[in-house]
């Protein structure tokens, strides 16, 4: 089994003294449908810097948790998973380029269109984050890191999206690293595909062999950070994968894995009949609860399609799991769950209403701890059910609500939930639609 050296742990604990750099929703979009290869050159270089350092910082974060939870088996491993894709990634080759083609790379080019390229330098406070609960730092200024260094000369310069020159011919070994780097990233992710079970793994020995009863505040905001950050870092290696291989360029309206477009109503439809489905299936069910949508046909704005499935899905799951075991699942006819699309400037509001008897409130603080569920037994943790980010069992991991509010404030939203206990909930998911705050860091 793979170790890391004591010199790479080294080099990690260097590059975990400096801040990761936000990357917006708007600067990922900005690379259009078909960047130049010197384009994507930029972007893979400072992924090459970026990626390490947010992988470093998770690295140091494992070894650091309390009360001898960073001494299970199952946390080792995963600590292992990030210290190797950090060396995969800085042991990369890069190609060596003359004078000229280094100076054509720094040359301002023209975006798709034509027009000169205006590079988004600043992003705004992310609307949904309380002040301190994560370090976001703005992109091209400065931030102080941890050691109260001013970060200024390491951020300078380190920009994701710079347009090179499309109509050049640039040399065969810039697509060469190009297509390296994305295989490298390719292989990582699919490491990393079952860090969240295997994480959850690593609390249930730590609570076996501990004695623990529930996780403390200290290791609920560790999994908050630590989650967010693998949600960032997921989302920069799958946009860039993408990117590269081009894999999106069959669908319109795609960067990558942002669909510019991405329909409100298609998605809700979709995880509508995944919920019921799914529910069917668990309670063995003629029908499932229904659920009336009301939504605008042509709702469209910017969004990672896949991120808002997850949640829909994942609200749907708990509302009709909840209406089938209020009201008993030997009905025939069950109260209609109801979801409501609301089209603001700001932000594009669902609300999933149902009548499954709500929640005591007393217990909805403990509603957005990771694994906190009322589902008598947990499922086993099979490994590789996560091995497609978003497939999952119909209830039992605690992780559905902690995990989609995540999704949701990664680019600014928020998941919030009201319920009247005896009657039903309603979950509130809001989305920002100006997708230019930064991204939650650390
Ligand atoms: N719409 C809802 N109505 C009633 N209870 C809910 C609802 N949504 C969530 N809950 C409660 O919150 C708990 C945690 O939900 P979640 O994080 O999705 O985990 P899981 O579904 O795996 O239990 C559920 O077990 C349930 O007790
Ligand atoms: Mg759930």
């Known amino acids: 089994m793979w170790k890391p050296s004591e010199r790479l742990m080294e080099t990690i604990r260097h590059y975990a003294s400096f801040p990761a750099t936000g990357v917006s929703l708007r600067q990922m979009v900005q690379f259009g449908d078909r960047p130049s290869t010197g384009t994507l050159f930029r972007a893979s270089q400072f992924l090459s810097e ?28 995963v600590q292992d998973w990030y210290a190797q894709s950090f060396e995969e990634i800085i042991n990369l080759p890069r190609p ?12 301002p080019g023209r975006m798709n269109d034509g027009s000169p390229s205006k590079i988004l330098s600043e992003a705004t406070q992310n609307p949904s984050i309380r002040e301190g609960q994560y370090r976001s730092s703005t992109t091209a200024n400065g931030t102080i890191n941890g050691n109260g260094k001013s970060a200024a000369a390491a951020a300078a310069g380190r920009r994701y999206f710079v347009p090179a020159d499309g109509n050049v011919e640039w040399p065969p070994e810039l697509n060469d690293y190009n297509q390296r780097f994305s295989r490298t990233l390719q292989q990582i992710k699919r490491r990393h595909d079952s860090v969240v079970t ?40 799958g946009q860039h994968i993408a990117l590269t291989e081009q894999t ?25 009949e995944n919920a019921r489905f799914v529910c069917e ?40 799991r909840a209406v089938v075991e209020q009201h008993g699942a030997d009905r025939d ?103 230019s705050s930064s991204e939650p860091l650390q």
């Open 198 to 237: 295997t994480v959850a793994q690593g609390i249930l020995e730590w609570k076996r062999e501990r004695q623990r009863m529930q996780i403390d505040s200290t290791i609920q905001s560790f999994l908050d950070r630590f989650y967010m950050s693998r949600i960032g870092i997921r989302m920069l290696i």
């Open 96 to 107: 060596s380029l003359t004078q000229e083609v280094r100076n054509r790379l720094l040359r």
């Open 333 to 435: 006819q069950f109260p209609v769950t109801k979801v409501i699309v609301a089209e603001g400037k700001e932000d594009i509001t669902i609300k999933i209403t149902d009548e499954g008897g709500g929640i005591p409130r007393s217990a909805i603080p403990l509603v957005w701890t990771y694994m906190y569920t009322t589902v008598e037994q947990t499922p086993s943790l099979d490994p590789d059910f996560d091995k497609s980010d978003f497939k999952a069992p119909m209830a039992g991991f605690g992780y559905g609500l902690p995990i989609s509010r995540l999704y949701a404030r990664y680019f600014g939203g928020d998941l919030k939930l009201i319920s009247m206990e005896g009657y039903g909930t309603d979950v509130y998911l809001h989305l920002n639609r100006l997708s």
């Open 248 to 272: 999106h360029v069959k669908h319109p309206n795609y960067v990558g894995i942002i669909c510019t477009k991405t329909n409100v109503r298609d998605i809700a439809l979709e995880a509508i």
């Open 50 to 77: 970026e990626l390490p350092i947010r992988l470093a910082h998770r690295v140091q974060d494992l070894g650091e948790l309390p009360d001898g939870l960073s001494e299970m088996p199952s946390i080792k491993k």
């Open 281 to 320: 299936d668990y309670y063995g069910l003629f029908e499932a609860p229904k659920v009336q949508l009301v939504c605008r046909e042509d709702l469209n704005f910017m969004y990672v399609p896949g991120h808002l499935s997850h949640m829909l899905f994942e609200t749907l799951k708990n509302s009709l």
